[in-house]
């Protein structure tokens, strides 16, 4: 059986301007979780506390429609279904995966750098032959991160994307970022020595693959992101 761990953040504090709390993004959680399944991976959720709560920007109805709303209303689908079941990272931190997905939310921008369990999963993942995979703010995974074979930073050297500092300054959140002493993806890629790529536009889909690291720019990159990561799975074990 071929494994799959999506990730999700456990963050769920005030964020927005208006006091708003971030959290996870729900498609960006869903739409990774239907084409895993699709595919025929067995697919464990985990946050680093075993909590989540969605971004309420992310359940508007621009953000969640037709069949990412479908699975998110009905509370018996599969991804429900496994969200119900989420799992602390450290409980499932000697499971083999064989692709590792940190969904994202700018919740991710609080706790994937320190959420040394997911971290673990991930690294294992990668030296295990195995697929890592980031959309959005998911690359945030990458910050803080070694690579315990070579002592370097886990990106370095590396092409990477992620939500772009444009996207954030036209969301109005270049100023809460500041305050909060958040590092966003393009400073995250370059404090870890990686090569930021950047899409043509924020809102574009857009994602990049560099061997088995796979990332993605924003929600519309979720479905491409996934679906690179599971090809870049293909080739590894081919």
Not at 5 to 23: M, R
Request: aromatic letters at 10%; charged letters at 25%.
């Amino acid at each position: 059986m071929v494994k799959a761990l999506l990730a999700v953040s456990s963050y769920h504090g005030p964020f927005y301007p208006n006091g708003d709390h971030t959290g996870v993004f729900a498609s960006e959680a869903i739409e990774p979780f239907l084409e895993l399944a699709q595919k025929g991976f067995e697919i464990t959720i985990a946050s680093e506390t075993g909590e989540y709560e969605y971004d309420p920007h992310s359940l508007t109805e621009e953000a969640l429609s037709g069949k990412v709303k479908e699975v998110y209303e009905n509370k018996d689908s599969a991804f429900n279904t496994a969200l119900k079941n989420i799992k602390k990272a450290s409980d499932v931190v000697d499971e083999k995966f064989h692709l590792f997905f940190a969904s994202a939310g700018h919740a991710t921008l609080y706790d994937y750098p320190k959420a040394k369990n997911l971290q673990k999963i991930l690294i294992n993942t990668y030296l295990n032959g195995g697929v890592v995979a980031a959309v959005c703010h998911g690359p945030a995974i990458f910050n803080n991160l070694e690579n315990p074979e070579t002592k370097q930073p886990f990106i370095k050297g590396k092409k990477i994307t992620g939500f772009t500092d444009k996207g954030e300054e036209e969301l109005g959140l270049t100023d809460v970022i500041k305050k909060e002493h958040l590092l966003t993806i393009e400073d995250i890629a370059k404090k870890e020595g990686a090569t930021y790529v950047a899409p043509k536009g924020p809102w574009d889909s857009f994602s990049v693959v560099d061997g088995k690291i796979v990332t993605g720019v924003n929600p519309q990159s979720a479905f491409a992101t996934v679906r690179d990561a599971i090809v870049a799975l293909e080739s590894v074990n081919n």
